[in-house]
């Protein structure tokens, strides 16, 4: 079945850490996306990607990194320059010719010890 | 710049019908989605408004006013499944781009 792959799950970071958050499709997408989701709020891009090798800066991207070495892949860290990381984080992907369609995985639940 | 408005909550009765508005401002209008999220899940599409009027699918429609910046999403029938989150969005493009903004969220709580 084509989707969007998140893992892990459930991730929890000491602090000083970084921890990297996978996302893997297999939608042959052009576009990805990154979402923050605090408790009772809307979806905030982090970072998002239209093509390999591109990325640009979403509206909070500071204390994040992502790379896009390939298309199925778009892994975000969560550098310890991030002070309050605690959220729920989104993956999702766009094809070029439905613009308008977003596809979610299913989520990465991000924790402080 | 860009922002969408929609009720925080709402609540509403098994069988009963439903109406999530969502008034935006936008330097360019692109159409009007809504995606579904229940607790804990990933959101998923469903409905997109690029022109006036109403789009039905299922139990769901969904309504543009392009002239009042306003749409709305009436679900019919309600399920207790219906029990979700329900974000509005607009996509914003800039040259090569396309990125999409999310209201804040409606919560919808079904009843029996």
């Known amino acids: 079945d084509g989707g969007i792959t998140q893992s892990p799950k459930y991730l929890f970071r000491k602090e000083g850490q970084n921890v990297t958050l996978s996302c893997e499709q297999n939608l042959n997408h052009d576009a990805m996306y990154w979402y923050r989701q605090d408790p009772g709020q809307g979806l905030r891009l982090i970072y998002y990607?239209?093509?390999?090798?591109?990325?640009q800066k979403g509206d909070i991207a500071e204390g994040y990194s992502v790379s896009r070495e390939k298309k199925e892949s778009f892994p975000l860290t969560v550098t310890s320059a991030q002070k309050n990381p605690t959220a729920f984080y989104l993956c999702?992907?766009?094809?070029?010719?439905?613009?308008?369609?977003?596809?979610f995985g299913a989520g990465t639940r991000l924790s402080v010890l | 710049g860009q922002s969408l408005e929609q009720p925080s909550e709402v609540t509403a009765v098994e069988g009963a019908i439903v109406q999530i508005n969502c008034t935006y401002q936008?330097?360019?209008?692109?159409?009007l989605s809504w995606y579904q999220q229940h607790d804990g899940g990933a959101p998923t599409f469903l409905s997109y408004?690029?022109?006036?009027g109403l789009e039905e699918t299922g139990r769901f429609s969904s309504f543009l006013s392009r002239s009042d910046s306003y749409g709305y999403l009436l679900l019919q029938e309600l399920q207790m499944k219906d029990s979700a989150s329900y974000f509005c969005?607009?996509?914003?493009?800039?040259?090569?781009?396309?990125?999409?903004?999310f209201g804040t969220g409606t919560l919808l709580a079904v009843q029996p």
């Open positions: 408004n690029a022109l006036d």
């Open positions: 969005a607009v996509p914003s493009w800039g040259g090569a781009t396309n990125k999409l903004i």
């Open positions: 990607s239209q093509i390999v090798n591109d990325f």
């Open positions: 999702a992907s766009r094809d070029r010719l439905a613009k308008n369609i977003q596809y």
């Open positions: 936008t330097s360019g209008f692109y159409g």
